[in-house]
T-cell receptor
Framework: GESVGLHLPTLSVQEGDNSIINCAYSNSASDYFIWYKQESGKGPQFIIDIRSNMDKRQGQRVTVLLNKTVKHLSLQIAATQPGDSAVYFCAENDSWGNQFYFGTGTSLTVIP | DAGVTQSPTHLIKTRGQQVTLRCSPKSGHDTVSWYQQALGQGPQFIFQYYEEEERQRGNFPDRFSGHQFPNYSSELNVNALLLGDSALYLC??????????????FGPGTRLLVL
């Protein structure tokens, strides 16, 4: 089955710096990926997504990069702010497109 | 435009009891997925409902069952509760328009504690 994992469980950055969160996936047939942000006591919040026919996608202060050769996904947050402190999950769609597989998450802490 | 809503927000039950959790999808969405999130872990897929039928199921026992109503809202039922069922239960809604592999939007979750 598919598995999604994260390289670093915790990440601390200074306010204003850029953050990079990495994720590895195992199913080369996965064609849709989402990054979610989850604050304490809340449900996961959609940040940005990317399909397998793309290598890069940009949103407001966030960029997702997909490297299908090594099955790696990353989330870049520009000018990180205290409000960005949360747990970030990458999620991989299964072959039928119905369920997402989540990694264990990376906890991002922004130091003011 | 209301997002995904879930009720109740918190629930305390004892072992062996049964529980029902409720979810209303985002406006315009017709598909509801349920996930279980244990403390410190990522969400785990339980099942998905579309057109009032369970269309896919994760690795969860039959004690976990669900239902989808004509208005697309959904319920998750868990029978014979175990201590290990304590978790945050998340509902995610999506639409089948455009085919499979659509974005799932999550509700705030129901925190279940089994004593």
């Amino acid at each position: 089955g598919e598995s999604v994992g994260l390289h670093l469980p915790t990440l601390s950055v200074q306010e204003g710096d850029n953050s990079i969160i990495n994720c590895a996936y195992s199913n080369s047939a996965s064609d849709y990926f989402i990054w979610y942000k989850q604050e304490s006591g809340k449900g996961p919040q959609f940040i940005i997504d990317i399909r397998s026919n793309m290598d890069k996608r940009q949103g407001q202060r966030v960029t997702v990069l997909l490297n299908k050769t090594v099955k790696h996904l990353s989330l870049q947050i520009a000018a990180t702010q205290p409000g960005d402190s949360a747990v970030y999950f990458c999620a991989e769609n299964d072959s039928w497109g119905n369920q997402f597989y989540f990694g264990t998450g990376t906890s991002l802490t922004v130091i003011p | 435009d209301a997002g995904v809503t879930q009720s109740p927000t918190h629930l305390i039950k004892t072992r062996g009891q049964q529980v029902t959790l409720r979810c209303s999808p985002k406006s315009g969405h017709d598909t509801v997925s349920w996930y279980q999130q244990a403390l410190g872990q990522g969400p785990q897929f339980i099942f998905q409902y579309y057109e009032e039928e369970e269309r896919q199921r994760g690795n969860f026992p039959d004690r976990f069952s669900g239902h989808q109503f004509p208005n697309y809202s959904s319920e998750l039922n868990v029978n014979a509760l175990l201590l290990g069922d304590s978790a945050l239960y998340l509902c995610a809604s999506s639409t089948q328009a455009g085919g499979p592999g659509q974005t799932q939007y999550f509700g705030p979750g129901t925190r279940l504690l089994v004593l």
